[in-house]
Nanobody
Framework: QVQLVESGGGLVQAGGSLRLSCAAS????????MGWFRQAPGKEREFVAL????????QYADSVKGRFTISRDNAKNTVYLQMNSLKPDDTAVYYC?????????????????WGQGTQVTVSS
């Protein structure tokens, strides 16, 4: 059983930055591909970014490409999401998640464990 705890959310003005962190416990972190998803009110949960277990491959949603950066520190069992040039449309609850399979996927139903989420609100 893997536990995930996100932090770093908050209220920021458009154009600002936030850095989300997700601390993992209960498993072998370096074995897992990690992802960030988000869910805005009234909308489905959507893919934001993923990172391969070794950190050598990343993938982003088109809506955040060039503005967000996912990274990980396997020694600290932590994955990060650096968010720059934030827009009001980025307002959502952001979730950290684990994919324990061998492939890379952007489908939320393929992820095994989820954190409780952290709220990001971007004001205009």
């Amino acid at each position: 059983q893997v536990q995930l705890v996100e932090s770093g959310g908050g209220l920021v003005q458009a154009g600002g930055s936030l850095r989300l962190s997700c601390a993992a416990s209960g498993g072998t972190f370096s074995y897992y591909n990690m992802g960030w998803f988000r869910q805005a009110p009234g909308k489905e949960r959507e893919f934001v970014a993923l990172i391969y277990r070794s950190g050598t491959w990343t993938q982003y949603a088109d809506s955040v490409k060039g503005r967000f950066t996912i990274s990980r520190d396997n020694a600290k069992n932590t994955v990060y999401l650096q968010m720059n040039s934030l827009k009001p449309d980025d307002t959502a609850v952001y979730y950290c998640t684990v994919h324990s399979g061998s492939g890379l996927t952007t489908r939320p139903q393929n992820y095994d464990y989820w954190g409780q989420g952290t709220q990001v609100t971007v004001s205009s």
